[in-house]
């Protein structure tokens, strides 16, 4: 796939950027990693990937010095590493990681949390330099990225904080820069962005820096990596140069099968419910948006575009006819509890058919949280430890089983597959179509085209608003990217 990174990879003499040997980590009685081996040549891109609970962001917190293993050998960069690795270690001898679960301090500015990842910068003109840095970074892999670098990183929406956190972990200030590990780093930008991101990981490994990806989205994987390592239940199982590997051979070795075409519910002018959804047009230009029982709309366009805001619009939480149940997509900021159990977190919303007398029944809880467990398999140990203690698809799941245990009849979808493994959004889209079909409406925003042809109808956003309503069969990637700039007339490329 690229022959800049194999050479550089074989390159006698040179340490690999990792090997790793026989790993082992538990978490009490949670075996998370039983023996994994993992090898990354210098200037070669990896593609990790695995059912949600694999073990693919522990063992990368184990390289990136977050944890500490049980047991295995680890050298990174010639470096044989001990039980006193650690985040500033790694980042001494040119790891990097840019995880999931973003790790940008909300209450500081862009300079400021580049200054917190760069202990180098320091000294009276550290303002400037890190503004430098981080600006330069910003430019090189998102090109008119919009960024406002004085604002506070909190205030900013979901996908320009991960392109701040991607554009950080590339950012050099003193220490080396050998291997980056992008942990799911598209889940919250746009097609556009992603495109951008990968073609700079394609860079970067041309000048010799190895990459791990960490994603469900399995084309990019196929897009970027020279080679593809496969985990389940906490080990390596398979590792193959990607162009020997299709995507059905990758999804059957993560130990799953794919839908063909999805099947779809309506589309036809079929749903003749009661209009439970329905928002004006916002201005010249706009078309309106509604949505009848047993519909399923899409929201598509530019990340940022007012699909976030128009979700907001519609979400009417409450017990009342028009009660609409909520799916975030930034589940740190909107979605989960942290203090509470998988259980409560998942209940959260069925409470009200939970009580017995005045109380809830703790029983009633328990039986729903394990229905749901089954049903889109959420694996966890027990279910009454902290919600925190899950893998980040995992937890995202418990959020999908909250709207939908839910009484509500509009379930309201905020790009909600973030961090779901294959198998998983099989059977989520499977649900979907059967409540739908059961009479509850859903608004589903996707920065994932191919999840779009499961709706009736898409609506395109552009600057604020819906300005394109496209059928299902009319419903294609070109269809959308030609309403999202307008028929061309904006140069946003
Ligand atoms: N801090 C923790 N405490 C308890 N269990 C944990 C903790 N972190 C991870 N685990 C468990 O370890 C296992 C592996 O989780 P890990 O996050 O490595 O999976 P993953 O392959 O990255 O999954 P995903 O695709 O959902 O991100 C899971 O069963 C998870 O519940």
């Not at 009490?28 to 990790?48: N, Q, R, S, W, Y």
């Not at 179509?433 to 059961?438: L, N």
């Not at 059928?471 to 028929?487: K, L, Q, R």
Request: include cysteine; glycine fraction near 12%.
């Amino acid at each position: 796939m690229s022959g800049a990174a194999d050479a550089t990879a074989t390159e006698p003499g040179r340490p690999t950027a990792v090997t790793a040997r026989g790993i082992a980590k538990a978490f009490g009685p949670v075996k998370a990693l039983t023996g994994a081996d993992l090898e990354v040549g210098a200037g070669e891109v990896i593609g990790l990937v695995g059912h949600n609970g694999a073990g693919k962001s522990t063992l990368m917190n184990l390289i990136a010095g977050g944890l500490v293993r049980d047991a295995g050998e680890l050298v990174i960069a010639g470096h044989p590493i001990g039980p006193d690795h650690s985040p500033r270690a790694a980042q001494a001898i040119g790891v990097r990681c840019v995880f999931q679960e973003l790790s940008l301090c909300p209450n500081l500015d862009v300079a400021e949390n580049t200054r917190v990842f760069h202990p180098a910068l320091s000294g009276w003109s550290w303002r400037r330099r890190a503004t430098r840095i981080i600006g330069e970074s910003l430019a090189a892999i998102f090109p008119g990225h919009g960024i406002d670098l004085r604002a506070k990183v909190g205030t900013l929406p979901i996908a320009m904080r991960q392109m701040i956190e991607v554009a950080r972990g590339f950012s050099v200030a003193d220490d080396p820069l050998r291997l980056v590990i992008l942990d799911e780093p598209t889940s919250a930008l746009d097609e556009r962005r992603a495109a951008e991101l990968l073609r700079h990981v394609r860079r970067v490994a041309a000048l010799g820096v190895s990459v791990i990806l960490v994603t469900h989205r399995l084309n990019e994987i196929f897009e970027v990596a020279d080679r593809i390592v496969v985990m389940r239940d906490g080990a390596v199982v398979a590792e193959q140069p990607a162009s020997s590997l299709t995507r059905a051979d990758l999804v059957a070795l993560m130990g799953g099968a794919e839908d063909g075409p999805a099947a779809r519910t309506g589309g036809d002018g079929a749903a003749s419910g009661d209009i439970l959804v329905s928002l004006p047009a916002a201005g010249p230009g706009a078309v309106a948006i509604e949505a009848r029982a047993g519909e399923i709309v899409g929201f598509a366009g530019l990340d940022g575009h007012g699909q976030r805001e128009a979700l907001r619009a519609l979400n009417r939480p409450g017990a009342g006819r028009e009660a609409t149940a909520f799916v975030a997509g930034d589940r740190q900021a909107d979605g989960v509890f942290p203090l509470w159990s998988i259980a409560q977190n998942l209940s959260l919303c069925a409470l009200a058919g939970l009580r017995r007398g005045h109380l809830i029944s703790a029983r009633a809880e328990a039986e729903l949280a394990q229905d749901w467990r089954r049903r889109i398999d959420i694996r966890a140990a027990d279910l009454d430890r902290p919600i925190l203690t899950l893998s980040g698809g995992n937890q995202q799941k418990v959020l999908f089983a909250r709207a939908l245990a839910a009484q509500a009849p509009v379930v309201l979808l905020d790009d909600p597959m973030r961090g779901v493994d294959v198998g998983t959004k099989q059977e989520v889209y499977r649900l979907i179509r059967a409540e739908a079909g059961r009479g509850r409406s859903f608004v589903w925003y996707s920065t994932e085209l191919d999840e779009l042809s499961h709706c009736d109808r898409v609506y395109v956003f552009r600057e604020g608003r819906a300005v394109a309503c496209l059928p299902a069969a009319a419903v294609s990637a070109a269809a959308i990217i030609e309403a999202s700039f307008g028929g061309g007339r904006h140069g946003h490329a």
